[in-house]
């Protein structure tokens, strides 16, 4: 095979192509809008050339960047004249293509410079398979579950913020380990009270009484739960009334920002399932699971034939770990690769954390690790439970198969 390289680097207003010959050789480079003109302008020179060289395989190139190349993507692949040729489309790793980049090291810093790097690497070869783009259901279903991913994000990070204003505002609260910081009865709480003094004087079958309807009667013994609360609202520092004003503010809008990311989750959770409908899978017979998670996991894999083995999955999520070996000497304490899709890695471990509650090999497994060290202990155990889950995930996938619980 002797096909056209085409490599370019995608930017937001405009994308610059280089065209490579199959010896290496350049034919032509050019800049063009980031735009459907620009993508159809595109497809025009690359048939151009194609048939100028008699050739019949062309292989595009071009680095993940955002969501700036993906309706190149599309366009590329959906173009008519391009049906014609022997095609094959990469998205490659901006990682990978810097490090092929590192063996010219006389090169200066530049669009067209980087697109001619592209189509060279594409030309040495040993990329992986072509991006998957050919069942868009998978594309969709990204889309949906990358945006719980940030939304979850931001929650964690709206959640800390409010954890520093309650500390400000009541600091005892803030730091008993029986009062959940964010809970729907704390949040009420600093919403209702002004200040700790007004917490720590209530009346106590008063505010018994709020704390078993805020928490929607999950506390087994309201008053006890009241006696805790007064307890370290007295014990809380006390702020002059100008600042505590602030923060009670600061605390309206963080409190509000909070639903608000809650309920966009719970409207993301309801269409991920919805779309995850349509895409045959075997992994919600795992328990514990659940069809979000799993959404989240295939998504990012896609068609799992593109990868060869249980290994090359954890390796693309990043779930593996350093080395560090001299002589006769290896560590015994790495740290796991920062590189690898972070999307299907977060699904990987949350989807670990949940199975293990459930699962009787995942949690003897998981409680294991655990107690193999002194530190990091739940982090570790985690991962190396997440690990243990991409092989079941792998196999499932490949077989076609239903999971089976071990007995006992």
């Known amino acids: 095979m002797d096909p056209l390289y085409v490599g370019i680097d995608v930017g937001s207003r405009n994308n610059v192509a280089y065209l490579m010959r199959p010896d290496g050789s350049k034919y032509g480079s050019f800049s063009l809008q980031n735009n459907r003109g620009g993508a159809k302008l595109l497809t025009e020179k690359i048939v151009s050339a194609m048939g100028a060289m008699g050739l019949r395989d062309v292989v595009i190139g071009m680095e993940s960047t955002s969501v700036y190349g993906d309706s190149l993507v599309y366009a590329l692949r959906e173009d008519g004249r391009l049906g014609q040729f022997q095609k094959k489309l990469h998205v490659l790793n ?10 010219y090291p006389d090169l200066p810093k530049n669009d067209f410079v980087d697109a001619f790097v592209i189509a060279d690497h594409l030309r040495f070869g040993r990329i992986g398979k072509e991006v998957y783009m050919d069942d868009y259901r998978y594309k969709a279903l990204q889309t949906l579950t990358r945006a719980r991913f940030y939304a979850v994000q931001n929650l964690t990070r709206e959640k800390q913020r409010f954890a520093n204003y309650l500390f400000l505002k009541c600091s005892g609260i803030a730091q008993a380990s029986d009062i959940p910081n964010t809970s729907a009865t704390t949040l009420s709480l600093m919403e209702h009270f002004e200040t700790a003094d007004d917490l720590a004087n209530a009346k106590l079958d008063e505010l018994a009484s709020f704390v078993s309807e805020a928490g929607h009667g999950r506390f087994a013994d309201p008053e006890a ?18 600042v505590n004003d602030s923060v009670n503010q600061a605390m309206s809008v963080s409190i509000a920002a909070m639903r608000a990311l809650e309920s966009q989750i719970k409207t993301l959770d309801k269409a991920i399932e919805q779309q995850f409908e349509i895409i045959p899978n075997t992994l919600t017979s795992i328990p514990g699971i659940g ?7 295939i998504a990012e894999i896609g068609d799992i034939n593109r990868f060869q083995s249980q290994a090359s999955v ?43 509650r459930c699962d009787s090999e995942f949690r003897r497994y998981y409680d294991l690790k655990f107690k193999e060290v002194n530190q990091f202990q739940h982090k570790r155990a985690l991962a190396l439970t997440a690990r243990k889950l991409v092989r079941l995930v792998f196999r499932l996938l490949k077989d076609n198969r239903l999971y089976i619980p071990p007995e006992g």
């Open 314 to 356: 954890a390796k693309y999520a990043g779930l593996v770990w350093t080395q560090h070996q001299s002589g006769e000497f290896e560590a015994q304490h790495t740290q796991l690769i920062k590189s690898g899709n972070r999307f299907l890695r977060y699904y990987l471990l949350e989807a670990a954390n949940s199975v293990r």
């Open 225 to 242: 739960t009241a006696k805790a609360i007064q307890a370290a609202a007295k014990g809380s520092y006390r702020l002059p009334k100008t």
């Open 94 to 103: 901006p990682k990978q293509v810097r490090k092929f980049k590192e063996a």
């Open 291 to 297: 069809k979000v998670y799993s959404a989240g996991i």
